[in-house]
């Protein structure tokens, strides 16, 4: 199994910036996967923010296009979510996912990082 762990969260105000981390490690047997953060606020679904896979390739929520960065070591297995210009609709938890292809088709997820906005 595959253990993530998320850092970074905290509270920032509107206009500010955050850099999530996601560090997974144990039994990664995965030569192809994608690796993304997702984000859920109170009363609201689990949604998809960025994912970036084994190859370097990214697919961002259309909402975030253009304020929020992800990007990936393949040797440390972190991937990272730089959020600029964070708006209080930011505000949720951030929820780091690894999803192996190939050989093997698990998925696991971190415990999750709070992300508050707020003046």
């Known amino acids: 199994q595959v253990r993530l762990v998320e850092s970074g969260g905290g509270l920032v105000q509107p206009g500010g910036s955050l850099r999530l981390s996601c560090a997974a490690s144990g039994s990664i047997s995965s030569i192809i996967d994608t690796m993304g953060w997702y984000r859920q606020a109170p009363g609201k679904e689990r949604e998809l923010v960025a994912t970036i896979t084994s190859d370097g390739g990214t697919f961002y929520a259309d909402s975030l296009k253009g304020r929020f960065t992800i990007s990936r070591d393949n040797a440390k297995n972190t991937v990272w979510l730089q959020m600029n210009s964070l708006k209080p609709e930011d505000s949720a938890v951030y929820l780091c996912?690894?999803?192996?292809?190939?050989?093997?088709?698990?998925?696991?997820w971190g415990q999750g990082t709070q992300v508050t906005v707020s003046s």
């Open positions: 996912n690894f999803q192996s292809h190939w050989p093997t088709v698990y998925s696991s």
